[in-house]
């Protein structure tokens, strides 16, 4: 970063978050100056500024955009145009997002530099964590990362997710050896292209050190509770290779059967009965303690359409250990940290760093309603962004960013709620993505809504022994009136209990009546909505559909289950595995605002 220092530890790290957010205002200030600075003479902003580095001059003339007014730009360097397009500095890779909020992979301008800005991000995870747990450099921590295959744009740029650009870095693969980033997977099964491969192996070098592991994570929850059904069907094989010290013959990766071969250096057949034992079971709540007992926590991102996975993680870890959601990052940029991470998953909320790149904000009303008001894609009146330091408590916000690498007044699409402040920073909760929507007729049901709705509407199955592991949905037009049609994953913790077409029904019928006023008007008034669906989907349903995103190019390591399906290949899919289908029997409650 300039030079700078990447590496804090303990109580320099500390400092330097204090530092950064006591001096925000400036921060932020001096770090625009500097974008103006080097990119000044780029063909975007020359555009608008006519060479001029004046920061009232930026804020007054330069656009806020969307994707689609940039991608021309990233389009022509990833086919052999100058960098100095956008930036000043060379562009070294091109990122793409995981595909799965907005339908089609974007495509992510990265110089060099930005690497440094990730890892300082990382090397501040730790010494938060241990103002709240001590003894972390006392084991190991079993985190399941993944990469994917890079591809090469036409130029011959890499084409990769920004993950995979992070581990297959010098900052990952050089990083400083201690304690506190003693992994249980060697980076040979980490850097496996193969994801079946690495998941075995990671897995497996997981399971070998079990008595020394302190914390267990992956990025996001979707990827920890796949890892579990993984061990589900595979614990018998892993078991056997501890036993007989020799490596499953479906592992050939030469580079991962050698480091794994380091860590089966003889059979160990008390290990592989005690992970046996364990895992035959007839049930599997609290199974992460039990192969793990040292663990103090779960490390993912719970946030967001994220926390629909909260559930089924307190119940494989039987409630025991806390999820922790350490920091707030995205392809485009890596914005901040959480300061308090053993907090409910329900009241996380991040530290934007002020140093990260220049943070502006779209604001949406003291409770979010103009989230829905502003499309996506309107003109958006330059006067009408807020600085970081000027952002108000309780008020909802589009998070909009200035990069070094060529991003500028770019909506990023997140929608946050201000929480706070430390110090001079403010501090955020991540509320949902803007563009993940269903639409019928007049309704705009966002992620949030649909999140809220359907947690309250699992409930109704507890008493069944019944686990809602998955969902998604989109809007039915096919036929007149349109309607909403829910597909859910349901897991019987319990065999000898079943749920019922009418409990099914009422489950329809609860989230209908926990959507928006709009919505219930048209279903009950106005009839533009028909009665939503739920199709209820055959257990590994969601995991065949992630299978069918990796495929089209996503990435294991930042799949996400999209909320609303958009691809007829993947609807083709989820209707395949349906069993049944059910519908509200009756409209939803609605009174008129004036009744």
Same mark, same amino acid.
């Given at each position: 970063m300039d030079g700078k220092k990447l590496e804090y530890k303990g109580e320099d790290a500390l400092?330097? $978050?204090?530092?950064?957010? #006591?001096?925000a205002g400036e921060v932020q200030y001096g770090i625009l100056k500097e974008i103006l600075k080097r990119n000044a003479e780029t063909e975007y902003l020359n555009k608008y500024m006519k060479g001029s580095i004046d920061v009232s001059q930026f804020k007054s003339c330069v656009p806020v955009i969307t994707y689609k007014n940039i991608y021309p730009y990233i389009q022509r360097i990833a086919n052999g145009e100058?960098?100095?397009?956008?930036? @000043? &500095?060379?562009?070294?890779?091109?990122?793409? =997002?995981? /595909?799965?909020?907005?339908?089609?992979?974007?495509?992510?301008? =990265?110089?060099?530099?930005?690497?440094?800005?990730?890892?300082?991000?990382y090397n501040l995870i730790m010494p938060i964590m241990?103002?709240? $747990?001590?003894?972390?450099?006392? @084991? !190991?921590?079993?985190?399941?990362?993944?990469?994917?295959?890079e591809l090469s744009t036409p130029c011959g740029l890499p084409f990769r997710t920004v993950l995979t650009s992070y581990y297959k870095s010098k900052h990952f693969k050089c990083r400083t050896r201690d304690p506190f980033n003693d992994f249980t997977s060697?980076? &040979?099964?980490?850097?496996?292209?193969? =994801?079946?491969?690495?998941?075995?192996? &990671?897995?497996?070098? /997981?399971?070998?050190?079990?008595? &020394?592991?302190?914390?267990l994570g992956a990025v996001f929850a979707s990827a920890l509770l796949r890892a579990i059904s993984f061990l589900e069907r595979k614990w018998a094989q892993l078991c056997n290779d501890i036993r007989t010290g020799h490596l499953d013959l479906s592992i050939i990766d030469p580079a991962c059967r050698s480091a794994m071969m380091s860590i089966l250096s003889s059979p160990n057949p008390d290990l592989a009965d005690e992970i046996e034992s364990i895992c035959s079971r007839p049930s599997w709540k609290g199974i992460?303690?039990?192969?793990?007992?040292?663990? !103090?926590? $779960?490390?993912?991102?719970? #946030? @967001? =359409?994220?926390?629909?996975?909260?559930?089924?993680?307190?119940?494989y870890s039987a409630g025991k250990l806390p999820l922790v959601c350490t920091m707030y990052a995205s392809s485009e940029c890596y914005f901040g940290v959480n300061l308090k991470p053993i907090c409910d998953p329900a009241e996380v909320a991040f530290t934007l760093l002020p140093n990260m790149g220049y943070f502006e904000f779209l604001p949406l009303g003291e409770n979010g309603a103009l989230a829905m008001d502003i499309d996506e894609e309107e003109a958006v009146p330059n006067d009408r962004l807020v600085d970081l330091v000027n952002v108000k408590v309780g008020c909802y916000y589009e998070l909009v960013v200035t990069t070094f690498s060529g991003l500028y007044r770019y909506r990023i699409g997140d929608v946050l709620q201000v929480t706070g402040f430390h110090n001079q920073a403010p501090q955020f909760r991540f509320i949902c993505r803007r563009n993940v929507v269903l639409s019928v007729d007049n309704d705009k049901t966002n992620e949030e809504d649909l999140?809220?709705?359907?947690?309250?509407?699992?409930?109704?199955?507890?008493?069944y022994n019944a686990l809602l592991v998955e969902y998604t949905s989109y809007a039915d037009t096919s036929s007149v009136p @349109?309607?909403?049609?829910?597909?859910?994953?349901i897991q019987m913790v319990d065999s000898a209990t079943s749920v019922d077409a009418k409990l099914l029904q009422e489950c329809c019928v609860t989230v209908e009546e926990e959507l928006d006023y709009v919505y219930r008007q048209c279903r009950s008034r106005e009839k533009t909505i028909g009665p939503l669906e739920i199709r209820v989907v055959e257990p590994g349903t969601f995991e065949a559909l992630m299978d069918l995103f990796i495929s089209q190019g996503g990435s294991i390591n930042q799949y996400k289950t999209p909320r609303?399906?958009?691809s007829s290949t993947a609807l083709k899919l989820l209707n395949s595995h349906a069993l049944a289908s059910f519908s509200s029997p009756r409209d939803p409650k609605w009174i008129p605002l004036n009744g």
């Open positions: 400092k330097e $978050i204090e530092k950064l957010t #006591t001096t100058d960098s100095s397009l956008i930036t @000043g &500095q060379p562009i070294t890779e091109i990122l793409c =997002s995981s /595909g799965t909020s907005a339908g089609e992979p974007k495509l992510t301008p =990265s110089i060099a530099e930005d690497l440094d800005r990730r890892t300082f991000l241990n103002q709240y $747990i001590p003894g972390l450099d006392d @084991g !190991k921590a079993m985190y399941l990362y993944f990469v994917k295959a060697p980076d &040979q099964a980490i850097l496996c292209n193969d =994801s079946n491969q690495s998941m075995y192996c &990671q897995l497996l070098a /997981g399971l070998v050190h079990r008595h &020394q592991v302190m914390r992460l303690c039990h192969l793990w007992p040292r663990a !103090k926590y $779960i490390e993912a991102v719970v #946030t @967001g =359409s994220m926390a629909q996975y909260i559930p089924p993680l307190e119940y999140h809220r709705s359907i947690t309250t509407a699992k409930k109704l199955l507890e008493p @349109g309607h909403y049609v829910l597909f859910w994953e609303c399906i958009k």
